[in-house]
């Protein structure tokens, strides 16, 4: 494998990790995570005062993919000798960034080796292009957000529950102000609605996998309104906010 050149190649292969760790497939994440977990040397980059941490043994190398990277020969300390040419500052023990890399493990819902991990420091040239669409941002960070944004388009778990909805009420419609796309706009919106993931995905077990309970009906703007305030509303709240507004003005 060859290694990486350049502080762009560098900054490709962390935009990997975090998608394989967002929206990757579960073997990805598990993967992923597993190189996070064991790791003793990590880049550390920050977004909007946002710190994440990516192995150096696998940013390390050209234009890295997971199953180039398990299937081939590789040397953490090749590695860190290049990155250490590429950043401006030292590989070292912090135990700030320490504290920081300990809390994004259990966001990521893993508990990394007992053992001392070393650090260097690194400003993204600009932040990645799947980050920019984000709307707001979540307390315990960007990766999170997508992740549940993700948990939330498995288009197999949404219809599963979407068809569950139907059968049980005859017909879909929001489960907060009762809207109903078919009514309102005919054939165009049959069958449409928004599935609602009810369940943070910081507050999910390890090894959470989505249920078909763990999903609401919503339209699209309730569906902006639960996610409007972090931490988001629940249901209830956002539907008597609704209630007490449409009270006041009749």
Known sequence: MKHIESIKELEQNLETVEFYLSEGTNSENNKTTKLIRAGACFVAYKIDDEL????????????????????????????????????????????????SFLKYCRNLGIEPYKKKRKYWTHNLSQDFKANVNLEGDFPEGRIIERKHKFRERNSRV??????????????????????????????????????????????????HLTKIEDLAMLCSNC???????????????LKQLRNKVNDNTN
Request: aromatic share 10%; with cysteine; glycine share 6%.
């Open 52 to 99: 994440r941490f990516a192995p150096s043994r696998f940013v390390g190398y050209k234009n890295n993919k997971l199953e180039k990277h398990f299937n081939s020969e590789k040397d953490g300390r090749e590695t860190n000798v290049i990155i250490e040419k590429l950043l401006d500052n030292k590989l070292g023990i912090n135990e700030k960034l320490e504290i």
């Open 158 to 207: 949404s219809q599963i529950a979407k068809e569950n909805f139907k059968n049980q009420h005859g017909r879909l419609f929001c489960q907060i102000c009762e809207f109903d796309f078919e009514k309102e706009y005919g054939e165009i919106g049959v069958d449409f609605i928004e599935a609602h993931h009810t369940i943070p995905v910081s507050e999910m077990q390890k090894g």
């Open 223 to 237: 569906h902006k309104m639960v996610h409007k305030r972090r931490p988001w509303l629940e249901m209830a709240e």
